[in-house]
T-cell receptor, first 114, second 109 residues
Framework: NAGVTQTPKFRVLKTGQSMTLLCAQD?????MYWYRQDPGMGLRLIHY???????AKGEVPDGYNVSRLKKQNFLLGLESAAPSQTSVYFC?????????????FGAGSRLTVL | GQNIDQPTEMTATEGAIVQINCTYQ??????LFWYQQHAGEAPTFLSY??LDGLEEKGRFSSFLSRSKGYSYLLLKELQMKDSASYLC??????????WGAGTKLIIKP
């Protein structure tokens, strides 16, 4: 049981380049999330999905797009990367959004934008 | 605005007890979570509190006071493997998680 798998684990981009981060979960979770983690700050929600074919904006959505064409996959795209997007990105999934909502995280993707 | 405060870093000795505090100001409350994150790894769930009081789970306990907007994570019989960051997160009235910046716990022999 792999849980939540993110690819790639590391990537270096030049300003203006585009890329896609892939998140896959095998737990049949309805909810999926993309967070970024920066030094000295809490995890910040970029986008999330409440089910196949749905997406919604989180706290810091600008500069990112997402898609959830299949229930098990949640893609995060950067159309034109900027140095401010240098961060560690975490994908997470959960059964629902109720109070006892425990998130399962992927191992993270470290992105550097030069 | 919504805010979660926790100390940036703490140091403790192997075998001892440490308490990591978390205070919060959020729009509503639907539960408080503690996650553990080892360096370079994913956060993993430790505990969930929604009612006032203490929840005990082995060497780890978590306490909540909703009236004070306060929680703590208590780690007993510290082991070197407990060296990690501990993240406090509160679920607000919209069921959105608000995360603290985390407390880096350093365990010394």
């Amino acid at each position: 049981n792999a849980g939540v798998t993110q690819t790639p684990k590391f990537r270096v981009l030049k300003t203006g380049q585009s890329m896609t981060l892939l998140c896959a979960q095998d737990m049949n979770h309805e909810y999926m999330y993309w967070y970024r983690q920066d030094p000295g700050m809490g995890l910040r929600l970029i986008h999330y999905s409440v089910g196949e074919g749905t997406t919604a904006k989180g706290e810091v959505p600008d500069g990112y797009n997402v898609s959830r064409l299949k229930k098990q996959n949640f893609l995060l795209g950067l159309e034109s990367a900027a140095p401010s997007q240098t961060s560690v990105y975490f994908c997470a999934s959960s059964w629902d959004s109720s109070g006892a909502n425990v998130l399962t995280f992927g191992a993270g993707s470290r992105l550097t934008v030069l | 605005g919504q805010n979660i405060d926790q100390p940036t870093e703490m140091t403790a000795t192997e075998g001892a007890i440490v308490q990591i505090n978390c205070t919060y100001q959020t729009s509503g409350f639907n539960g408080l979570f503690w996650y553990q994150q080892h360096a370079g790894e994913a956060p993993t769930f430790l505990s969930y509190n929604v009612l006032d009081g203490l929840e005990e789970k082995g060497r780890f306990s978590s306490f909540l006071s909703r009236s004070k907007g306060y929680s703590y994570l208590l780690l007993k019989e510290l082991q070197m493997k407990d060296s990690a960051s501990y993240l406090c997160a509160v679920m607000d009235s919209n069921y959105q998680l608000i995360w603290g910046a985390g407390t880096k716990l350093i365990i010394k022999p």
